[in-house]
């Protein structure tokens, strides 16, 4: 008996240590920001090595026109699951020939509601067709390309840049304190004088602006020019026909922070039309805010 107690004693103690080890081994110490970049042969399928989503172009809207020669490029940041935005850079690129040269490329700055800035420099050419993107980086590691975006610069004529007032614009009431949020404006009286929707669905595509809803936006911005459309960051050209998303076409957004309209993620968000693109769509009033990411644009018309 005695002997068979010690060697159990000695084998459970035996198998406490190669547990013990094995344990010790195995377990890893939290991830640092670099954990995420892996090894060189842990690569995204596009190439690139940062695990960090994929950050989506704003401002200027796809295809605007007279753009200014230095204009601000905005964007969406990136997020990842063991980093923080505050550890990333953002490097964009602007090329006049699909990339394969680079007129102008720099890093831009986050603002407090996690959009990014990028000032182009220097001056671009007049009336000239550009594009351009941006990206993840941190340290030698970098995360995917954003959507490709495009505008012309302006020629002759004056510049005119997105997110500017329109002119047949009503009041702005003025910001709010931080942290606070105006409250959402019921326009349903508004909205019930275009019940003939025959026109919201050019081409098929749900995710440009279309004639009708134009109508109700600018008779929204006659009370109140927080009014926009919803830049639906959540769809791509590939949900819209291979065309790029300008706006979605049966919604409205309602800008209720501060600072500039275009390209504010602080929206409330409004659903229009029950059965957009189909046969017969009809006027709803539906808020969807906090529901899904959207964020405010003029379309390319104020």
């Not at 991830?31 to 940062?50: C, F, H, I, K």
């Not at 796809?62 to 230095?70: C, G, I, K, N």
């Not at 602007?94 to 040269?101: G, L, M, P």
């Not at 830049?231 to 922070?257: M, S």
């Amino acid at each position: 008996m005695t002997y068979r107690f010690q060697m159990n004693a000695v084998v459970f103690a035996a198998c406490a240590a190669v547990a013990t080890a094995a344990c010790q081994g195995g377990m890893q110490s939290p991830a640092s920001p670099s954990g995420v970049q892996g090894d060189a042969g842990a690569l995204n399928a596009d190439g690139s090595n940062l695990k960090v989503t994929t950050p989506i172009g704003i401002s200027p809207l796809f295809e605007s026109t007279r753009v200014p020669l230095t204009p601000e490029l905005a964007g969406r940041v990136s997020f990842g699951r063991n980093v923080t935005t505050v550890a990333l850079s953002y490097r964009f690129q602007v090329s006049d020939n699909d990339f394969a040269a680079v007129v102008s490329s720099g890093t831009g700055a986050v603002d407090s509601s996690g959009i990014v800035r990028y000032t182009v420099a220097p001056a671009l050419s007049s009336s000239r067709r550009y594009v351009w993107r941006f990206r993840a980086e941190l340290e030698d590691a970098f995360g995917p390309w954003s959507n490709v975006m495009a505008f012309t610069t302006a020629g002759s004529g004056p510049a005119v840049t997105p997110g500017s007032p329109s002119p047949n614009a009503g009041p702005r009431p003025a910001d709010p304190p931080p942290g606070v949020r105006l409250p959402l404006p019921d326009m349903q009286g508004v909205l019930a004088r275009f019940g003939d929707a025959r026109d919201s669905c050019p081409q098929g595509l749900k995710y440009i602006n279309n004639p009708w809803q134009d109508r109700v936006i600018d008779a929204f911005r006659q009370i109140d020019s927080r009014w926009g459309y919803n830049g639906k960051p959540t769809r791509t050209a590939a949900d819209n026909g291979g065309v790029p998303v300008r706006a979605a076409g049966d919604e409205a957004a309602y800008h209720w922070g501060g600072g500039a309209d275009q390209g504010s993620f602080d929206v409330h968000l409004v659903d229009m039309l029950i059965g957009h693109c189909g046969p017969t769509p009809t006027l709803t009033w539906r808020v969807f805010t906090g529901e899904e990411p959207g964020f405010w644009t003029g379309a390319g018309r104020f």
